[in-house]
T-cell receptor
Framework: DGGITQSPKYLFRKEGQNVTLSCEQN?????MYWYRQDPGQGLRLIYYSQIVNDFQKGDIAEGYSVSREKKESFPLTVTSAQKNPTAFYLCASSMTYPPTYEQYFGPGTRLTVT | QKEVEQDPGPLSVPEGAIVSLNCTYS??????FMWYRQYSRKGPELLMYTYSSGNKEDGRFTAQVDKSSKYISLFIRDSQPSDSATYLCAMTDSSASKIIFGSGTRLSIRP
């Protein structure tokens, strides 16, 4: 089955710890994205990558880091510098050629930091 | 002011009713408009996509865009309990470098 997988589904961490969220896709998409979803705020873009070994900051990149060493993988690290890390994190991917505006989303990871 | 405004609801209607979900936007550069459906604790999935003013129909769903008023709508006919979800509008300009999402409307269809 083609799609995007995110793991784990639920993640609990203590304040001050870094945590890495996994995102893998087998859709052969060039572009990948990380969003954060909070109640009543929709999806906010954290980072995106349109090609391997390249990525750009989104609207709320502070306290987060990413890497894109493989086309299939785009892990997100939530660092201790992120002031309010508890949220639902969504990974998405899309084709860049031919151009498409459709993003395919993974099932999400719910991170709780206490 | 947010670039995209969407009534968060929640909206509760009886089964079989016609549902109207709406978004307004402020950026006249937006040209591509999408509706995503998100079931509880799941990722969003694309429901409909359009780039022109007017109506686009797909089964029980109709997407409507009015660029002059900067207003888009999603209509659901003969609503079913399985339509209960959060609906997110989304839009982007011709570069598609970034998609802006509305905050989502939570919809509940009562059997």
């Amino acid at each position: 089955d083609g799609g995007i997988t995110q793991s784990p589904k639920y993640l609990f961490r203590k304040e001050g710890q870094n945590v890495t969220l996994s995102c893998e896709q087998n859709l052969n998409h060039d572009a990948m994205y990380w969003y954060r979803q909070d109640p009543g705020q929709g999806l906010r873009l954290i980072y995106y990558s349109q090609i391997v070994n390249d990525f750009q900051k989104g609207d709320i990149a502070e306290g987060y880091s990413v890497s894109r060493e493989k086309k299939e993988s785009f892990p997100l690290t939530v660092t201790s510098a992120q002031k309010n890390p508890t949220a639902f994190y969504l990974c998405a991917s899309s084709m860049t050629y031919p151009p498409t505006y459709e993003q395919y989303f993974g099932p999400g990871t719910r991170l709780t930091v206490t | 002011q947010k670039e995209v405004e969407q009534d968060p609801g929640p909206l509760s209607v009886p089964e079989g009713a016609i549902v109207s979900l709406n978004c307004t936007y402020s950026n006249s550069a937006f040209q591509y408009f999408m509706w995503y459906r998100q079931y509880s604790r799941k990722g969003p999935e694309l429901l409909m996509y359009t780039y022109s003013s007017g109506n686009k129909e797909d089964g029980r769903f109709t997407a409507q865009v009015d660029k002059s008023s900067k207003y888009i709508s999603l209509f659901i006919r003969d609503s079913q309990p399985s339509d209960s979800a959060t609906y997110l509008c989304a839009m982007t300009d011709s570069s598609a470098s970034k998609i802006i999402f509305g905050s989502g409307t939570r919809l509940s269809i009562r059997p």
